[in-house]
């Protein structure tokens, strides 16, 4: 079984910082990118920022500036350094991992279940 395993979502006051982190585990032989995607309540799922295996970063717009990906090869983790954040970036917060598994013989995507994260005004 493999695994995206999310944390550090929660309620912050806008103008305050959070930090997701995703762990994936399981039967994995290899992870290319990783990266961030939030979904807010009626809107499609979107990209906040990615990062490649060299540890080159991709950011939306909404995030530039603000917030920072960064990722440890080492324990297959992913971060999401979120700084003066406002209350449009309330959403459900999913992590993605494009990753070669035991499961099928080709390079998949996968997501985690999702963290909350609540900035109130």
């Known amino acids: 079984q493999v695994q995206l395993v999310e944390s550090g979502g929660g309620l912050v006051q806008a103008g305050g910082s959070l930090r997701l982190s995703c762990a994936a585990s399981g039967s994995i032989l290899t992870i290319n990118d990783m990266g961030w995607y939030r979904q807010a309540p009626g809107k499609q799922r979107e990209l906040v920022a990615r990062i490649t295996f060299g540890g080159r970063p991709t950011y939306a717009d909404s995030a530039k500036g603000r917030f920072t990906i960064s990722r440890d090869n080492t324990k297959n983790t992913v971060y999401l350094q979120m700084n003066s954040l406002k209350p449009e970036d309330t959403a459900v917060y999913y992590c993605?991992?494009?990753?070669?598994?035991?499961?099928?013989?080709?390079?998949?995507?996968?997501w985690g279940q999702g963290t909350q994260v609540t900035v109130s005004s």
């Open positions: 993605n991992a494009l990753m070669l598994t035991t499961h099928r013989p080709y390079e998949d995507d996968y």
